[in-house]
């Protein structure tokens, strides 16, 4: 027993964990100190999680298919692997790393499109107790770059190109790019996909096709302890360069295992559809291991969902008879703008489960993915979790909890929120608002950020000593049910991908025509929220289509399309403290539009400014 849970919850754990396949059990369940957010889980245990994945799945499950390939373009025939050949493919391609000098604790980066290639490539990781990072194809070399030198990764997978929608993103050449002169990456493994050509440096550049030939059909998991890091993924914070939150074996196996089969009511036959990237934590947990540790079907999409037509989606569901549709807000509202008479067209007659996940799911789209692809016969889960939390922790479970729209309801088992008010304290009424913070650790916690610990204890241990803050605020209503209603610190979620406004200021400042900038959140129809960014330009600048133009293309090449702000305006100034401190609250007030209640400037160092801000305010059209 510990003083870190209940009785009940170290009941719980125990007997979840006895349900996967360990090379040796563990001495002691749960050690350390929540405070100092050193919690360590299923200690002195040892296991390979891909034998969870794939090995254990071999005697029933040889020939049922593990994965499903849809590609970019409807017309390239789909493709499939069962649980039998996955675990070949896994196994030649741990292989091939083990033969490029890979070792247990070394760090392999993926910056791919969506194929086969990258699931078998971080289950090959994780086979061998090499640790994967994969980076999301729409960043741009420059940040690929900061990633490769803080994670120290000495072999990059890629592709020599990806589709995605009508365009081909070059990826071997970004790659070559992000790499000169950077020293640590010894190797480049680069995957066919759209025959571009590309140049290949002798000695570090290999072609997969070529040297996966002479890879053995076999290679035996190495077992490693239960706190072997398993992954790292980047995510944006509020200040600073984007954190790597790192991600360790047991105890993202015994919770993103279980979570998947209890929110989505997984059953045997069913055929999982989760849209995400496998650059985002959405596609580590529910598209690769929570799936496959449970002997499920994934299905894995390289496209877009408007590509070639808006209704791809639900041909695709039609096409492999999808059980479970697990998708993120802004895909749904990008499609609702075409009209429902699209989705209103298909059955979609094997849809059991509809899932939301990524940022506040808003009413009206609730509705219309209930009425016009779920038939009114498919259960919402609004998943709320994040890339820190490694799992689903407050959700409905589709059937059974009573739903209501866009609330993500209650806790998963063994999870425990609250809610804080603005003394610090905890607020024990149940209807209430507040910060949410998790009281009590869970398994599939981040241990820490890679290289930096004291950061991890900053972000999210230290505003609430004792309790890990999510960054989140939330409502509790008198059923207990949580509804999530977004960031509240200087975080935005942009199409459900969290962006940092420091990352984005800075960038916009390399520009050599701004002295300063200041970006906030704009409320956005499709992405939920959009990028404002307020530019102070040098003297003698004006505002001009060409100037924002250039500052576009500047966030463009040091963070990447998805950062590229929505609005820009030229100011003169921005609304300071008498210490020179921007007053960002000012700036989200006269961005969403609520004048009224900006309140008293008059404190201001240059109230005048307001005004004008107010005055010169853009629109999107
Ligand atoms: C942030 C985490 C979780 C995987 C995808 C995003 C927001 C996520 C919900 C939801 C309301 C949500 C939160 C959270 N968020 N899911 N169902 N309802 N908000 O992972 O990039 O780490 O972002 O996404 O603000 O903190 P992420």
């Known amino acids: 027993m510990s003083n870190l849970l209940s009785a009940e919850q170290s009941e719980y754990w125990s007997e979840l964990a006895q349900t996967y396949v360990w090379k040796k059990k563990w001495d002691n369940l749960i050690s350390g100190d929540f405070h100092k957010a050193d919690v360590k889980w299923f200690n002195g245990a040892e296991l390979n999680i891909t034998e969870n994945c794939l090995d254990r799945h071999l005697e029933n499950r040889r020939n049922k298919k593990a994965l499903i390939f849809e590609p970019n373009n409807p017309n390239e025939p789909s493709s499939f692997l069962t649980y039998g050949e996955l675990h070949l493919s896994v196994c030649r391609f741990a292989n091939l790393l083990k033969s490029k000098g890979i070792k247990k604790g070394d760090v392999v980066c993926f910056y791919m499109g969506m194929t086969p290639e990258l699931m078998i490539g971080i289950l090959a990781c994780a086979r061998i107790g090499a640790i994967h990072t994969v980076v999301f194809g729409g960043f741009s070399p420059l940040s690929l770059r900061g990633r490769l030198e803080d994670s120290k990764a000495k072999l990059i997978v890629t592709h020599d190109g990806a589709y995605r929608g009508d365009k081909l993103i070059q990826l071997k050449a970004m790659v070559d790019e992000a790499i000169e002169g950077l020293d640590s990456v010894e190797t480049v493994l680069v995957v066919k996909r759209t025959n571009n050509e590309i140049n290949m440096k002798g000695g570090r550049d290999y072609n997969y096709e070529t040297v996966i030939k002479s890879a053995e059909l076999y290679c035996p998991p190495t077992p490693v302890e239960a706190e072997h890091p398993l992954f790292i993924l980047y995510t944006s914070g509020s200040t600073g360069k984007p954190k790597g939150l790192l991600h360790t074996t047991a105890g993202y196996m015994v919770h993103v295992g279980k979570s998947f089969k209890d929110v989505f009511q997984y059953k045997e036959n069913d ?28 299905v894995m999409f390289e496209g877009v969902p408007t590509f070639p037509t808006p209704a791809r989606f639900w041909e695709v569901v039609e096409k492999h008879k999808v059980t479970h549709l ?3 807000p802004t895909a749904i509202r990008s499609l609702e703008k075409f009209g429902h008479e699209i989705p209103d067209k298909f059955k979609m007659s094997s849809l059991k489960v509809l899932g939301s996940v990524g940022e506040p799911i808003n009413e009206e789209a609730w509705h219309w993915y209930h009425k016009h692809v779920g038939k009114e016969k498919c259960p919402i889960v609004d998943t709320w979790w994040q890339t820190e939390t490694g799992g689903i922790l407050i959700s409905p479970m589709a059937g059974l909890t009573k739903l209501k729209p866009a609330h993500a309801t209650l806790p998963l088992p063994g999870i425990e929120p609250c809610l804080m008010d603005e003394n610090g304290k905890e607020i024990k009424d149940l209807v209430a608002s507040g910060n949410l913070c998790l009281k009590t650790p869970w398994p599939s916690l981040a241990r820490t950020i890679y290289g930096d610990h004291e950061r991890f204890i900053q972000t999210y241990f230290s505003t609430y000593p004792g309790y890990y803050f999510t960054g989140d605020g ?12 977004g960031r509240v610190d200087d975080v935005i979620n942009v199409s459900g991908h969290r962006i940092g406004t420091a990352e984005v200021e800075d960038a916009i400042n390399e520009h050599p025509s701004v002295i300063e900038s200041a970006v906030v959140g704009l409320p956005h129809p499709i992405k939920g929220q959009g990028l404002y960014a307020f530019v102070i330009p040098v003297d003698g600048v004006e505002d001009s289509e060409a100037l924002e133009k250039e500052i576009r293309e500047t966030v463009n090449k040091i963070i990447g399309p998805i950062a590229k702000p929505d609005l820009i305006q030229v100011v003169e100034g921005l609304p300071k403290t008498r210490s020179g401190k921007i007053m960002r609250r000012i700036l989200r007030k006269i961005v969403e539009n609520e004048i009224e209640s900006i309140g008293d400037t008059s404190t201001l160092l240059n109230p005048e400014i307001v005004e004008k801000l107010i005055a010169g305010k853009k629109e999107l059209n």
């Open 326 to 328: 697990y998708t993120a």
């Open 474 to 485: 939330a409502k509790r209503d008198s059923d207990g049910y949580y509804r999530i209603t």
């Open 271 to 298: 055929i999982f559809w989760c849209t995400a990237d496998i650059g985002w934590i959405t596609g580590h947990s529910y598209m690769t291991y929570g799936p496959l540790l449970n002997g499920a079907t994934t």
